[in-house]
């Protein structure tokens, strides 16, 4: 007898619907010595039909004699189902339980339902889905026979769904209430609450005991709704991108179609590149989000991975993000075991990482850690060979990469459409009196504005930016002047975010050192004068052409070493400057601006910038110069300094040329 019951109760926690059937009879010879620990939240059914009338048996009296009975001990199934998720398992069990026609076991799955409905952790779909059950059952559609009182019990449960605030699920109850009156059948009369959701148990003693099996779908639920309920993010452009970094700019692609095709495709990788700012996280958060909400029980579970913040992604990346999230090592062996993921990898440059992820941890192999894997990283910082860290090692072949398993995009910058678009959103969050076209008019006007906020961030500094300096400005031909000082503004905010984003990264210890001498020394003032002396050199190295191609090995001796070698102090200042796209072109009009700025230093005539070359055939660079002037005093007097030099100094012809131009 003992053994008959172990294994009753063996089938209902394996979440068996053929063996809760076959297990009933035996179950309710057991369930009152074992109700007290299998409980599961059906306690309440000892009042919920208190004040129906003549409908009442569950009264405080008699339920423990109900125990006993067949139709309560399948609500304890039903119960589990719901908690583990098992929502299909669920309905299989209300629609061909041999109780099912048994008053007490439709009132009490009715009430099931309604909670699932009411109960905002699960999603949209599945709540009106509760509803819409609810509806075929009142019907008779689903083979129950159904007494008067149940059908107001349905009645009743969807007048509380109803007044919810949520609108679909409401919605959808007040459209079913209105059609199923019809009728003439009415409310039940008296109060009878629904529970925001069916309690969990503080502990499995029995469940643990029979078969150990976690409860892990109803904290995914958990973690769903958390993740679902932290995604705040004010403007959301779709970002387009193009195949790889070799690709022509004008062979583009909306990102997340590509997304949507590698995630029912075969591949197991895909690199998502970009420079900074171009909204990198950004996507992944709402790739995230978009993925939580189309999460169902049983299907891939996508995980948002900040890098920097992991111990050892090399090794335990998805072991660690989901003790992150409190999951037990019990819960991540079964996960990893039996489910797939969709991880999505932030930062690995900021992470300083070398390694292939996805070899490292053997991802798809021998059966378990079944994973779609995204990797974002900067564009300047790979290297030739970037892509041996990411594609993936052909199996059973560890020497040998499988091409066709690795997809790669990187972002484009943002379009005029784009920009404009963005714009439209962003209005309505900011409390400012400018409405889409004043942002737009002046983006437009100010000369190369445009150009330079191709980028979500700077798009965003700009549009933060733009009324406090154009305020008071009605003059539009001053707006050249303007240009120049969000420059300086752009350059300033820029350093302050890649200081704070350093200071946040897991440096190695010669790196954390030197990072901590440039902080101490002052990191945008350093950084400020790095980037002046990089425009300086590309200027007179390479005429001002803003491509740079370095090579450690043959480029040791040469100027660019200066700016590109691996020591760490250049290192760390490159990685936080506006020019750090090497080997990438660089819009023209970006590159002067920086360096512009170091035209007055005190250099000796014979390195002064405006010896070098005459300036007329850079007319760009002129009006820059020329709206610095009207900002800066000391700059102006710098030029007037050098033509009165000129007329004792026959070296300084060319400066003083220069600034006679620019004046």
């Given at each position: 007898?003992?053994?008959?019951?172990?294994?009753?109760?063996?089938?209902?926690?394996?979440?068996?619907?053929?063996?809760?059937?076959?297990?009933?009879?035996?179950?309710?010879?057991?369930?009152?010595?074992?109700?007290?620990?299998?409980?599961?939240?059906?306690?309440?059914?000892?009042?919920?039909?208190?004040?129906?009338?003549?409908?009442?048996?569950?009264?405080?009296?008699?339920?423990?004699?109900?125990?006993?009975?067949?139709?309560?001990?399948?609500?304890?199934?039903?119960?589990?189902?719901?908690?583990?998720?098992?929502?299909?398992?669920?309905?299989?069990?209300?629609?061909?339980?041999?109780?099912?026609?048994?008053?007490?076991f439709?009132?009490?799955?009715?009430?099931?339902?309604?909670e699932?409905?009411?109960d905002?952790?699960?999603?949209?779909?599945?709540?009106?889905?509760?509803?819409?059950?609810?509806?075929?059952?009142?019907?008779?559609?689903?083979?129950?026979?159904?007494?008067?009182?149940?059908?107001?019990?349905i009645?009743?449960?969807?007048?509380?769904?109803?007044?919810?605030?949520?609108?679909?699920?409401?919605?959808?109850?007040?459209?079913l209430?209105?059609?199923?009156?019809?009728?003439?059948?009415?409310?039940?009369?008296?109060?009878?609450?629904?529970?925001?959701?069916?309690?969990?148990?503080?502990?499995?003693?029995?469940?643990?005991?029979?078969?150990?099996?976690?409860?892990?779908?109803?904290?995914?639920?958990?973690?769903?709704?958390?993740?679902?309920?932290?995604?705040?993010?004010?403007v959301?452009?779709?970002?387009?991108?193009?195949?790889?970094?070799q690709?022509?700019?004008?062979?583009?692609?909306?990102?997340?179609?590509?997304?949507?095709?590698?995630?029912?495709?075969?591949g197991?990788?895909?690199?998502?590149l970009?420079?900074?700012?171009?909204?990198?996280?950004?996507f992944?958060?709402?790739?995230?989000?978009?993925?939580?909400?189309?999460?169902k029980?049983?299907?891939?579970?996508?995980?948002?991975?900040?890098?920097?913040?992991?111990?050892?992604?090399?090794?335990?990346?998805?072991?660690?993000?989901?003790?992150?999230?409190?999951?037990?090592?019990?819960?991540?062996?079964?996960?990893?075991?039996?489910?797939?993921?969709?991880?999505?990898?932030?930062g690995?440059?900021?992470?300083?990482?070398?390694?292939?992820?996805?070899?490292?941890?053997?991802?798809?192999?021998?059966?378990?850690?079944d994973?779609?894997?995204?990797?974002?990283?900067?564009?300047?910082?790979?290297?030739?060979?970037?892509?041996?860290?990411?594609?993936?090692?052909?199996?059973?072949?560890?020497?040998?990469?499988?091409?066709?398993?690795?997809?790669?995009?990187?972002?484009?910058?943002?379009?005029?459409?784009?920009?404009?678009?963005?714009?439209?959103?962003?209005?309505?969050?900011?409390?400012?009196?400018?409405?889409?076209?004043?942002?737009?008019?002046?983006l437009?006007?100010?000369?190369?504005?445009?150009?330079?906020?191709?980028?979500?961030?700077?798009?965003?500094?700009?549009?933060?930016?733009?009324?406090?300096?154009?305020?008071?400005?009605?003059?539009?031909?001053?707006?050249?002047?303007?240009?120049?000082?969000?420059f300086?503004?752009?350059?300033?905010?820029?350093?302050?975010?890649?200081?704070?984003?350093?200071?946040g990264?897991?440096?190695?210890?010669?790196?954390?050192?030197?990072?901590?001498?440039?902080?101490?020394?002052?990191?945008?003032?350093?950084?400020?004068?790095?980037?002046?002396?990089?425009a300086?050199?590309?200027?007179?190295?390479?005429?001002?052409?803003?491509?740079?191609?370095?090579?450690q090995?043959?480029?040791?001796?040469?100027?660019?070493?200066?700016?590109?070698?691996t020591?760490?102090?250049?290192t760390?200042?490159?990685?936080?400057?506006?020019?750090?796209?090497?080997?990438?072109?660089?819009?023209?009009?970006?590159?002067?601006?920086?360096?512009?700025?170091?035209?007055?230093?005190?250099?000796?005539?014979?390195?002064?910038?405006?010896?070098?070359?005459?300036?007329?055939?850079?007319?760009?660079?002129?009006?820059?110069?020329?709206?610095?002037?009207?900002?800066?005093?000391?700059?102006?007097?710098?030029?007037?300094?050098?033509?009165?030099?000129?007329?004792?100094?026959?070296?300084?012809?060319?400066?003083?040329?220069?600034?006679?131009?620019?004046?």
């Amino acid at each position: 007898m003992a053994a008959a019951g172990l294994s009753a109760v063996t089938n209902v926690f394996k979440l068996d619907p053929a063996g809760l059937f076959e297990s009933l009879e035996s179950l309710q010879k057991l369930a009152e010595s074992m109700v007290g620990v299998v409980t599961v939240g059906i306690e309440g059914c000892s009042t919920l039909r208190q004040g129906a009338g003549t409908t009442v048996r569950a009264t405080e009296g008699n339920f423990d004699a109900m125990k006993k009975r067949s139709w309560y001990l399948a609500l304890q199934g039903t119960a589990l189902f719901i908690r583990q998720g098992r929502l299909h398992d669920f309905k299989q069990v209300a629609l061909q339980a041999p109780c099912r026609n048994n008053v007490n076991f439709q009132w009490g799955v009715c009430r099931q339902l309604g909670e699932i409905a009411f109960d905002q952790l699960w999603d949209d779909e599945t709540r009106q889905q509760a509803v819409d059950f609810l509806g075929d059952l009142y019907g008779c559609n689903t083979g129950w026979k159904l007494q008067e009182d149940v059908k107001r019990w349905i009645l009743t449960i969807l007048l509380q769904i109803s007044g919810l605030e949520d609108s679909l699920t409401k919605d959808r109850a007040l459209v079913l209430l209105k059609a199923l009156k019809r009728n003439g059948v009415t409310e039940l009369s008296g109060i009878f609450p629904l529970r925001v959701r069916l309690p969990l148990p503080a502990s499995f003693p029995l469940l643990t005991r029979v078969q150990e099996t976690p409860k892990v779908e109803y904290d995914l639920h958990k973690l769903k709704m958390q993740r679902i309920d932290r995604y705040k993010q004010g403007v959301y452009i779709a970002p387009w991108a193009k195949p790889s970094l070799q690709a022509p700019d004008d062979n583009l692609f909306l990102l997340m179609d590509k997304v949507e095709e590698f995630l029912v495709g075969d591949g197991q990788v895909m690199l998502i590149l970009g420079d900074s700012g171009a909204g990198k996280s950004t996507f992944n958060r709402y790739l995230e989000y978009l993925l939580w909400q189309r999460y169902k029980p049983g299907g891939p579970i996508p995980l948002f991975i900040n890098l920097p913040g992991l111990e050892r992604p090399e090794k335990n990346l998805i072991a660690e993000q989901l003790m992150e999230y409190s999951f037990s090592e019990s819960q991540i062996q079964e996960l990893e075991q039996h489910r797939r993921f969709i991880l999505i990898c932030d930062g690995y440059d900021e992470s300083q990482l070398l390694t292939n992820l996805h070899t490292t941890n053997a991802l798809n192999q021998e059966g378990k850690r079944d994973a779609k894997l995204f990797i974002t990283c900067r564009t300047q910082y790979l290297g030739h060979d970037y892509r041996d860290r990411f594609v993936p090692k052909a199996a059973d072949q560890y020497h040998q990469a499988a091409n066709d398993l690795f997809q790669e995009a990187v972002i484009a910058p943002l379009s005029k459409d784009q920009i404009e678009l963005y714009v439209e959103k962003y209005v309505p969050l900011e409390p400012t009196t400018w409405v889409k076209k004043d942002y737009m008019d002046k983006l437009t006007i100010i000369p190369n504005l445009m150009d330079l906020v191709m980028n979500p961030f700077l798009l965003t500094l700009a549009l933060e930016t733009l009324p406090k300096v154009v305020e008071g400005k009605t003059d539009l031909s001053r707006l050249r002047v303007i240009r120049v000082e969000l420059f300086d503004k752009f350059v300033k905010h820029w350093l302050g975010v890649n200081k704070r984003r350093l200071q946040g990264q897991k440096l190695k210890d010669e790196k954390q050192e030197a990072l901590q001498v440039l902080l101490t020394d002052g990191f945008e003032r350093n950084g400020i004068d790095f980037q002046k002396k990089l425009a300086v050199a590309i200027f007179r190295e390479q005429d001002g052409r803003p491509i740079v191609e370095y090579s450690q090995f043959r480029d040791k001796a040469t100027w660019k070493n200066e700016f590109f070698s691996t020591d760490v102090f250049v290192t760390l200042q490159r990685e936080a400057c506006l020019l750090s796209r090497v080997g990438n072109q660089t819009d023209k009009e970006f590159d002067p601006q920086v360096y512009l700025g170091s035209t007055g230093d005190n250099l000796s005539v014979g390195n002064h910038l405006l010896s070098t070359r005459n300036l007329v055939p850079e007319p760009s660079i002129i009006q820059f110069l020329a709206e610095r002037v009207q900002v800066q005093h000391a700059f102006k007097m710098h030029l007037l300094a050098l033509i009165e030099l000129s007329k004792s100094d026959p070296g300084a012809s060319q400066a003083a040329a220069n600034a006679i131009t620019i004046l």
